[in-house]
C-alpha cells in the first residue's frame, strides 16, 4: 500500500516547528501540540518537543508514546532515553525505567556530559544524573543496597550540573525514603536553526523606486536623505514609526528562567538592541540594564505617540564611551535690571511679603514724614500668622506632605525623616537654588527662623532628600551634579541618578572620578555629572 499524502516542503516544516517554539515560549502547551500534530514527517527533535508538551499538560502516557517514536527515529538519542526513563517512573513500570537508565548511560560513550546547544537543546546532559534516576528506581524496587551504591559512584563522578545534593539524597536512602527522579525542567524544548527561520521571511532586494529626475511637471522628487547627525552623550537610532522602530513592548510579565535572562513586567518599554539568536532570545535594554528576552513576547511600538512630557529631555538610550563629552547647557539670558525701587522702612512690610505667593509688590506711594511718624509705624499690627504650605520631596519615590510654613529646619527633617521611616541623623535635605541644577544644603545661608519662607513657590516647596552616610576619615574636593543615570558596569563603579549631588574625593584620570553618592563610593565617567562652582559645601553632620 502506497502512501498518498502529500509531502511537506522543508519550509512548511520549519514553519510549523518554528511556532511551535513560540507557542512553548508563551506556555501554550495545547497550542504547541495542536502545531506539532500537523508537521507529516515529525523527526526525533519535533517528537521530544511534543513529549515535553504533554508532560507539561499531565499526560504522561500520550508524552511515552511521542518518545517512543522520538527514540524509533534516533536510537542514539541518550537525553531521549533520560527523559522517558522519568516518564517510565511516573507510570510506575520501574523495570523498563532502569533499562533506559542503562541505554541512556551507554549512549553517553563514556563521556561526562553531552552539551545538546547544536542541536538547538538548551540542556546538559550529566553522567551523575543517568545514575540518580538508576538510584531513584532502585528505592522504588525496595533495593536500597543497590541504591546507596550508586549513589557513592555519583558523588564521585560529579562535575557539574544543577541537581540534589548527593549527601541529602544518601540519607534519605539510609532512612527508607524513595528519591524523586531528575526530570528536563520544562520549556527546555529543540528550537531550530535561527538562520533557516530567518531565510524564511519575505525580502525585498530590490527596494521601493524613488523619482530622482522626471520630465513630468509638478512631479514628486524625492531627493537624497541626508546624514543623520548623532546625538551628542547618547546613540539612539532615529525610525519612523512602528515598523522600523526598535522600541518594543512586552506583551506579558517574563521571570529570568537562566544566566543573561531578564525579569520584566507586563507592557514595559525595552531598546532593541541585538538580532534574534537561534534559541528565539534577542538582547534587549531595560531599565539601564542589558539582558536577553523572548522574541515572541515583544511587539513594536510607535514611538511617535508615546512622547512623554519633556520633550527637550535627551531620552534613555545607549552612553557613549567616557570620553565623548555630554551636551552643553542652554545659557541662561539674564533677565533686565528692574528701576530702582523707594525704599521703605523694615518694619513697615506688608503681610504679604512674607506670603507663599511671591508676587511682585507695586511701589507705594511715598509717605509724607511728620513728627508722629515714628509713632504710627510702630502702632503697625503684626503679620498674621502664615497657614501650611505643601511640600513635594524626591527619595526614592515622590511623596507630598503639609507642614508649616514657620516650620524650623529641625522640625522639618524629623517631620519628613518620620514619613520616610529613616532617622532625621540619616537623611540629607537639599534645594535646588534659582536657574540651577545643583543641589544645595536645605540651611545654607538661611537665618535662624524657618527655612521655607524663602524657598515656597506658589504654595509649594520641592525638596530633595538623600540618605546621609558621613564620609571616614575622607574629605570631599568639591561637588558635582549628575547629568544622566549611570548604572554600575561593576564592582567599583558607583550608581547615582540624574540630579543626584555627588562628593568628589579624587581623579583617577582625566575621564574617570571617584565620588560618593548616597553611602556609597566608588568610581564613575566624569561626562555623567558636571561643576558649576568650585566651593564645597557640606552639611554639618549630626
Known sequence: MTDNRKRMLYTEFLQLWASSVQKVDAQDWQGCVSTLEQITEPTARTLFNMASAHLA????????????????????????????????????????????????????????????????????????????????????????????????????????????????????????????????????????NKREVDQLKERDFLGKA????????????????????????????????????????????????????????????????????????TSVICDGQRGLLPVSLLEPVDVRSTKGKRDNRI?????????????????????????????????????????????????????????????????????PEAGPVQVKVHFTQTLSLSVPLDSSYQDLRETIAKTLGQTPSAIRLRRKAQGSRVLLPLDQDQDSGSPLLELAQSGRVHLWCQKEDPLENRSAMYQMVALYDYTAQGPEDLEFSEGDTIDILGEVNEEWLEGHCAGVTGIFPSCFAYRENTQVVQEPRL
Not at 80 to 103: H, K, N, P, Y
Not at 174 to 190: D, Q
Not at 345 to 357: A, C, E, G, L, M
Request: glycine share 6%; net charge neutral.
Open 315 to 383: 531620552p534613555n538610550g545607549i552612553p557613549l564611551p567616557p570620553e565623548l563629552k555630554p551636551p552643553n547647557r542652554p545659557e541662561v539670558t539674564p533677565s533686565p535690571v528692574p528701576p530702582p525701587r523707594a525704599h521703605r522702612p523694615d518694619s513697615f512690610r506688608s503681610p504679604s511679603v512674607i506670603s507663599v505667593t511671591k508676587a511682585p509688590l507695586p511701589d507705594p506711594a511715598p509717605i509724607p514724614k511728620t513728627e508722629n511718624s515714628d509713632n504710627q509705624l510702630s502702632d503697625v499690627p503684626p503679620a
Open 210 to 281: 524613488k523619482v530622482i529626475s522626471s520630465i513630468i511637471p509638478n512631479d514628486d522628487f524625492g531627493g537624497f536623505e541626508p546624514l543623520r547627525l548623532q546625538k551628542p552623550g547618547f546613540y539612539e537610532p532615529k525610525s519612523e514609526g512602528a515598523q522600523d522602530s526598535r522600541y518594543m513592548r512586552v506583551k506579558a510579565p517574563y521571570m529570568s528562567r537562566g544566566p543573561g535572562q531578564l525579569t520584566v513586567p507586563g507592557g514595559a518599554m525595552v531598546f532593541l538592541f541585538g538580532e534574534e539568536d537561534r534559541d528565539g532570545m
Open 57 to 192: 499538560l499531565g499526560r504522561p502516557d500520550l508524552a511515552l508514546t511521542a518518545l517512543d517514536l522520538a527514540l524509533v527515529k534516533d536510537e542514539h538519542l541518550a537525553v531521549g532515553f533520560f527523559q522517558r526513563s522519568t516518564v517510565m517512573m511516573l507510570l510506575d513500570r520501574l523495570e523498563e525505567a532502569l533499562s533506559d537508565c542503562i541505554w541512556a548511560q551507554k549512549q553517553m560513550r563514556n563521556n561526562p556530559v553531552i552539551d545538546y546547544k547544536q542541536l538547538g537543546l538548551r540542556f546538559k546532559l550529566y553522567s551523575w544524573q543517568v545514575l540518580y534516576n538508576a538510584a531513584a528506581v532502585y528505592t522504588r524496587m525496595g533495593h536500597w543496597d543497590q541504591a546507596q551504591e550508586v549513589l557513592e559512584t555519583v558523588s564521585k563522578e560529579r562535575t557539574g550540573g544543577k541537581g540534589p545534593n548527593i549527601e541529602t539524597a544518601m540519607d534519605y536512602v539510609k532512612s527508607r525514603e524513595v528519591l524523586a527522579p531528575l526530570l528536563i525542567p520544562e520549556g527546555v524544548v529543540f528550537r531550530p
